[in-house]
T-cell receptor
Framework: KNEVEQSPQNLTAQEGEFITINCSYSVGISALHWLQQHPGGGIVSLFMLSSGKKKHGRLIATINIQEKHSSLHITASHPRDSAVYICAVSIGNYQLIWGAGTKLIIKP | NAGVTQTPKFQVLKTGQSMTLQCAQDMNHNSMYWYRQDPGMGLRLIYYSASEGTTDKGEVPNGYNVSRLNKREFSLRLESAAPSQTSVYFC???????????FGQGTRLTVV
């Protein structure tokens, strides 16, 4: 079993829909990261959080440390949000454990 | 700010050839990383450098060597390339091990 599991693997939605991507982990962490990988390949950090909730524009990330679970939400989704969203956890020794990613496609 | 710059963006090698991937960051970060990304898999850590002057093996170090040349630069060397090393390579940096990571644009390497 992978230490970081993301769901769903693939998600296709219509423009405007509310999107939720989930991440569960099985190890003790110091932080959890959400990243976005564009179709061109570049990787951008969206959030780093160790508790609670963070919001940036239409993106919201939450984490429940007790449940070992995090969610990334996108409100009012847009085709430009189409990308692979990756969850990764810091385990305190300079290493990140990565999820396999969720491929999101938003159709106009 | 340039952030993290890695070169080259694309490279084709013949089996047995050597090459060095270069990475530089201008954010005064202590930690730097080399990852590879293969289809259907998450990023896998090859080597990392927690601070200037130190390097450590990650999950998949075999066939690679690294040099932390100074605080800005962290290079990855393939001494004798193999087809199994065909992948997309990413360099990243962070202030410390558990802080936000910044990524380069990636190098698409094909070994034939």
């Amino acid at each position: 079993k992978n230490e970081v599991e993301q769901s769903p693997q693939n998600l296709t939605a219509q423009e405007g829909e509310f999107i939720t991507i989930n991440c569960s982990y099985s190890v003790g962490i110091s932080a959890l990261h959400w990243l976005q990988q564009h179709p061109g390949g570049g990787i951008v950090s969206l959030f780093m959080l160790s508790s609670g909730k963070k919001k940036h524009g239409r993106l919201i990330a939450t984490i429940n440390i007790q449940e070992k679970h995090s969610s990334l939400h996108i409100t009012a989704s847009h085709p430009r949000d189409s990308a692979v969203y990756i969850c990764a956890v810091s385990i305190g020794n300079y290493q990140l454990i990565w999820g396999a990613g969720t491929k999101l496609i938003i159709k106009p | 700010n340039a952030g993290v710059t890695q070169t080259p963006k694309f490279q084709v090698l013949k089996t047995g050839q050597s090459m060095t991937l270069q990475c530089a960051q201008d954010m005064n970060h202590n930690s730097m990383y080399w990852y590879r990304q293969d289809p259907g898999m998450g990023l896998r850590l090859i080597y990392y450098s927690a601070s200037e002057g130190t390097t450590d093996k990650g999950e998949v170090p075999n066939g690679y060597n690294v040099s932390r040349l100074n605080k800005r630069e962290f290079s990855l060397r393939l001494e004798s390339a193999a087809p199994s090393q065909t992948s997309v390579y990413f360099c990243a940096s962070s202030e410390h091990g558990s802080t936000e990571a910044f990524f380069g644009q990636g190098t698409r390497l094909t070994v034939v």
